[in-house]
Nanobody, 124 residues
Framework: QVQLVESGGGSVQAGGSLRLSCTAS????????VGWFRQAPGKEREWVAL???????LYADSMEGRFTISKDNTKTILYLQMNRLQVEDTAVYYC??????????????????WGQGTQVIVSS
């Protein structure tokens, strides 16, 4: 059974940094499209960044240049390094995985496996 567990969330001031981790068990992330989504209060879940089985990365426009997604296939851990955080980045961040290729226009429905989420709060 596939399980994803996030960690690394917390509170930080605007301009600061956080690194989220997602540990996968039950499968190897090497052959999956894995990534991060987030959901702010009162808003729909939106995708943040994806990394394909071959290491190619894809970022949502507002995150590119500030966030970096990476993975360690050996340890089956997915990371999201978040720099220059803004108040608007406050949300619950979820790790997600899907078999096969990464979708060109990612949606929540494209991903079958989800973590429980980790809260990120950015204050001004």
């Amino acid at each position: 059974q596939v399980q994803l567990v996030e960690s690394g969330g917390g509170s930080v001031q605007a301009g600061g940094s956080l690194r989220l981790s997602c540990t996968a068990s039950g499968y190897t992330i090497r052959y999956y499209c894995v990534g991060w989504f987030r959901q702010a209060p009162g808003k729909e879940r939106e995708w943040v960044a994806l990394i394909a089985h071959d290491g190619r990365t894809l970022y949502a426009d507002s995150m590119e240049g500030r966030f970096t997604i990476s993975k360690d296939n050996t340890k089956t851990i997915l990371y999201l390094q978040m720099n220059r955080l803004q108040v608007e980045d406050t949300a619950v961040y979820y790790c997600a995985a899907a078999m096969g290729l990464c979708p060109v226009r990612p949606k929540s429905a494209d991903f079958s496996y989800w973590g429980q989420g980790t809260q990120v709060i950015v204050s001004s």
